[in-house]
Structures are given as structure tokens and as C-alpha cells.
């Protein structure tokens, strides 16, 4: 059974830093991303990177501040997250796309980050 496990979420003030990481269980994926629900709103994607590299971001504003990294074998990524502000505070999944697929069918249970303003 596939499983995704996000790790380094956390408490941070306006502006700081985080570095959100996922690791998948022995298996290598076509694209994996994240996303984030924020307390009463919607599950928003995040940013995606795909094996070929390509990285697709789900907001331009976020592509000065969000930069996703993944490892050679696609079952690891990672979130560096700097100039975080009190918006950003929301939970961030995980998520992987299998090989051929369009479809986000593997999904982690998802990280805290809080953002003090």
C-alpha cells in the first residue's frame, strides 16, 4: 500500500521559514505535489513538480516565496517555504500522481503550519 508521510510543519512567525517534506513508501510517482486547506476555506493546490522536472505552481504569487525539490527518483519531495505569512497558516497534504495518470489518487494526512502574525 502506497503511503506518503509529510513531515516539518510547524509554528513560525510572519516571515519565517519553513522546509515541508514527503517521503512515499518505496515507489517513484510521475508528479507529486502539494496542497493546503486553510481553516474554513476549500483544499488549494500548491505547486507540483513532475519527474521530467517541470515544476507548475497554483498561484504566481507564490513562485517568489514557494520552491519545490524532488529527488532523482520521484518519491521524495520537498516545500521550502520563505517570507511565510498568517494566509499560509493552513494544513499541507501531500499528493502523487502515478505514471500516465492526471489523476492526484495518493494523498499523506497532511502537516500543520501556523503562522504567527
Known amino acids: 500500500q502506497v503511503q506518503l508521510v509529510e513531515s516539518g510543519g510547524g509554528l513560525v512567525q510572519a516571515g519565517g521559514s519553513l522546509r515541508l517534506s514527503c517521503a512515499a513508501s518505496?515507489?517513484?510517482?510521475?508528479?507529486m505535489g502539494w496542497f493546503r486547506r486553510a481553516p474554513g476555506r476549500e483544499r488549494e493546490f500548491v505547486v507540483s513538480?513532475?519527474?521530467?522536472?517541470?515544476?507548475?505552481y497554483g498561484a504566481d504569487s507564490l513562485k517568489d516565496r514557494f520552491t519545490i525539490s524532488g529527488d532523482n527518483a520521484m518519491n521524495t519531495v520537498h516545500l521550502q517555504m520563505n517570507g511565510l505569512k498568517a494566509e499560509d497558516t493552513a494544513v499541507y497534504f501531500c499528493?502523487?500522481?502515478?505514471?500516465?495518470?492526471?489523476?492526484?489518487?495518493?494523498w499523506g494526512r497532511g502537516t500543520q503550519v501556523t503562522v504567527s502574525s
Open positions: 513538480i513532475k519527474y521530467s522536472g517541470g515544476v507548475t
Open positions: 499528493s502523487a500522481i502515478d505514471f500516465g495518470s492526471t489523476t492526484w489518487r495518493y
Open positions: 518505496s515507489r517513484s510517482f510521475g508528479t
